[in-house]
């Protein structure tokens, strides 16, 4: 029998994911309690998924630039927008395909602004994997945009 993880502070709690139906929130939630995932606890995605609309939806036309953080613990790798889209995108590769579907409509209409708000960095093949649910995969596009270096 495995232990209850506890929801870090600033986790939120469990309730509807807004977006997308009690099904599908439902599914979600199911699949957050199962993972062994150190990132990834009930409230994961929810958390996963205000960070990134609240990175977009900042005013004005200048581009956005992603924030690397130097704390790798559970609550404050969501700081970084990047970590928040690994867990997006972990959360959907492990979705049922009609809960999948939903969850990555709203998923990819976020995309599209990122890629439109932020600028892509020239060097980003050169950099080593820096994406911490991925492992030494390489990283995603998501991580190939120009972001401000941890500490400015």
Known sequence: MRAERSRPEGFPASGHLPGLS???TLAVRDVERRSEEYYVRPGATALA?????????RSGRRPLYPRS??????????????HSRDVLEWTLERLRRRSRGELERLVTALDAVYLKRTLPDP???????SSQLRGPRPDPWWYDR??????W
């Open 22 to 24: 009690h099904r599908t």
């Open 146 to 151: 120009l972001s401000e270096p941890p500490g």
């Open 49 to 57: 998924l205000r960070r990134y609309r609240v990175f977009l939806t």
């Open 69 to 82: 953080v130097g704390c790798s613990c559970a609550e404050c790798a969501f700081q970084d927008v990047r």
């Open 123 to 129: 060097f980003a093949a050169r950099r080593p994997p």
